[in-house]
Every structure is written in structure tokens, then in C-alpha cells.
């Protein structure tokens, strides 16, 4: 199993000085799509995350990685923050924001189920959401529109952003993350690419899947609460093993 490089600063620290040097240092992307990188260029992002990271992550507290799939670029690409849309940012986190408005449905039920954790300063003392491609990936279609678009939506994308894709796993690690357990949003092709990429470098113990946020929000409203429950039971359940 891998084993963690962590320095002697706080995870909030640690947060922070990984945003601030991250930057995309892979092979040439396929045709017609782009990395974002909201750290690095003029946007506030990066002064968001300094205000979450010293507000919620501000210790030394080993946290469960919760891995996405790569961020929205109207929730955490706008932020800076996994899974925070602009209304969150200012009503759940506390943050200030003056730009334009963005709504992200993924948002809505992560925060929910936040709540249903305990609220979100006990929420993040205890895990931590990023991605295994930690940067917002946009194609261009046919009629020069620039939509979202996932790393594992092609597959030379894949290959192309991999090497990548380790290196910011060892990173995340190295942040302060417990490597027992890791968790997964989305039971699908982020699963199987997630559970493929650990058993070729030994990161966790065990992933664990989760239904992606997105899909409930889109295809199982109506079921909203059940999956939450299901969170709140999965990550209480491996956070209470690990404090026995």
C-alpha cells in the first residue's frame, strides 16, 4: 500500500499549497478538448479555497478521501471547491461571493447530505472531496459549444491524462488521507476505472462506491432521502470502525 509522504503543516495547509501548484503536465489532450484550471488563472477560486481550507480544515485530522470524477466547471471550477456552486459557497460555507451565480444540482444533495452528517464543520473534519483528475475538463462540439466532459469519456483522454491521474492521487494522500477506505462518487465507470488504478499502485485498502450525487439529483430525485441515508450510514458506519 502506498505509504503517505505528509508534512508537518496542517491539512488545510497541505489544501492549499496543492491547489496552488497544480497544473496540468500531461500529454496533448485529444482534439477539441481543454483543461481548466480555476487556480491558476483570473478567477477567485483560489482565494475560496484558502478561506474554506483555514475555516474547515485548519488541524491536523487524518480525513476519508471522497473522490469525484473531475469538477464541474460551474461548481468547483467557478469556486474552487468540490461540489460548491456559488449559492453554497455563500449560504452553507460562508463565504463571500460577487460574480455571477451558478447552480450546480450535485451541490444541492452533497450539502444535504452534509447536514444530515452532522453540518459541515464536522462534516470536514472528517472527510475530504476531490478527484482523481482534480481540474475541469470541457470538449467543443460540433457547433463550437464548450460543454463539460468527464476523463473517462474517451478513451485516448484517458490514456493521455493517466500519468496525471497518479500523481495527484499520491498528492491527495499525501495531504493527510487515511488509506484504509477511499470512497467513490458514481458506481459506474469512475468505479471501475478507480478500483483498476488501486489495484495497479496499491493507494487503499478498499474503494467504496457511492452513487454519484448528479444521477440522484437527476434520475432518482423522488428517492433523495434513501440515499442519503445510505451516505450517512456507509460513512458514519467506516468512521466509527475507525475511531474503535
Do not use: W
Not at 195 to 201: E, M
Amino acid at each position: 500500500m502506498y505509504q503517505s509522504k505528509r508534512t508537518s503543516m496542517s491539512f488545510g495547509q497541505n489544501v492549499i499549497r496543492f491547489h496552488e501548484q497544480l497544473a496540468y503536465t500531461g500529454s496533448a489532450l485529444p482534439d477539441g478538448i481543454h483543461v481548466i484550471n480555476p487556480f491558476a488563472e483570473s478567477t477567485p477560486a483560489m482565494d475560496n479555497l484558502r478561506m474554506f481550507a483555514q475555516k474547515y480544515l485548519d488541524d491536523k485530522n487524518p480525513r476519508y478521501l471522497i473522490l469525484g470524477i473531475n469538477p464541474s466547471r460551474f461548481g468547483a471550477g467557478v469556486t474552487g471547491i468540490p461540489f460548491t456552486d456559488t449559492k453554497r459557497l455563500v449560504s452553507e460555507c460562508g463565504i463571500p461571493y460577487s460574480g455571477k451565480q451558478t447552480h450546480e444540482i450535485s451541490s444541492v444533495f452533497v450539502y444535504e447530505m452534509i447536514h444530515a452528517l452532522g453540518g459541515i464543520s464536522d462534516f470536514y473534519s472528517r472527510f475530504y472531496i476531490n478527484s482523481p483528475f482534480p481540474l475541469a475538463i470541457t470538449k467543443t462540439n460540433s457547433e463550437g459549444r464548450e460543454l463539460n466532459y468527464n476523463y473517462y469519456d474517451s478513451a485516448a483522454l484517458t490514456e493521455a491524462v493517466y500519468p496525471f491521474i497518479v500523481q495527484s492521487v499520491r498528492q491527495l494522500i499525501d495531504l493527510g488521507i487515511r488509506t484504509d477506505t477511499c470512497f467513490c462518487l458514481g458506481t459506474g465507470k469512475n468505479a471501475r476505472f478507480l478500483k483498476q488504478l488501486n489495484n495497479a499502485h496499491g493507494f487503499f485498502r478498499r474503494i467504496v462506491p457511492l452513487e454519484h450525487p448528479r444521477f440522484i439529483m437527476q434520475y432518482k430525485s423522488a428517492e433523495k432521502s434513501r440515499y442519503i441515508e445510505k451516505y450517512k450510514r456507509v460513512l458514519d458506519e467506516v468512521d466509527s470502525d475507525a475511531g474503535s
